[in-house]
Each structure stands twice: as C-alpha cells, then as structure tokens.
C-alpha cells in the first residue's frame, strides 16, 4: 500500500516563493508517476505539475515559468518549488501518485494549503 504526505504549506505574500514535499511511503516510489495537484475555495481539483519516473515534467499553463517540480529517488520524495506566488494561487495542494503500468491507480496524500496574501 502506498501512503503520502505532504508538507510545507503556509502563508506567504504575494511574490514569495514556498517548497511543498511529498514523502512517499511504500515501495518502487522510483516506477510511479507524481503530480501535484491543487483546489481552491469552490473550484475543482486541478492538475497543477506532473512528474514521470524518468524525470519528464510537464505542467498547467497558469504555473509555467513560476513552479517546478522534482524528485528524488533516493528520498522517495517529490517537491514542488514555487516561486513568484500569487494570490490566485491560494489552495489547498495535494499529492497523488500513480504507478506506471496502471495510470488510472491513484494514490492520494490529504493535502497541505497554501496562502498568498496581497
């Protein structure tokens, strides 16, 4: 069984940057998929940062050029850094990994929120 969870969220003005982790709890973190994903206050849950088990990334239009995310292997932990905060990104974010030989498996942290004041 595979348990996720994250950390680093908090308040933090608007231009700020955060580095959200996710600790991987499990085995094989190296064959699964990690994602970021984010809600807002009445909005769905969006796909915000993607991670491959070979390092391709691939992100939301709205964090291009503002977040990254990595891995390390050697950790089980994912981060996502993010730089140039903005209000809009205000959230609660969650973890979620999926293993590669069966993408529509999901795992599921319970989420860490991020402010961004004006």
């Known amino acids: 069984q595979v348990q996720l969870v994250e950390s680093g969220g908090g308040l933090v003005q608007s231009g700020g940057s955060l580095r959200l982790s996710c600790v991987f709890w499990g085995s094989s973190f190296s064959a699964y998929v990690m994602a970021w994903h984010r809600q807002a206050p009445g909005k769905e849950r969006e796909l915000v940062a993607i991670?491959?088990?070979?390092?391709?990334?691939n992100y939301a239009d709205s964090v291009k050029g503002r977040f990254t995310i990595s891995r390390d292997n050697l950790k089980n932990t994912v981060y996502l850094q993010m730089d140039s905060l903005r209000p809009e990104d205000t959230a609660v974010y969650y973890c979620?990994?999926?293993?590669?030989?069966?993408?529509?498996?999901?795992?599921w942290g319970e989420g860490t929120l991020v402010t961004v004041s004006s």
């Open positions: 979620r990994a999926s293993p590669m030989r069966d993408l529509a498996v999901q795992y």
């Open positions: 991670i491959t088990s070979g390092s391709s990334t």
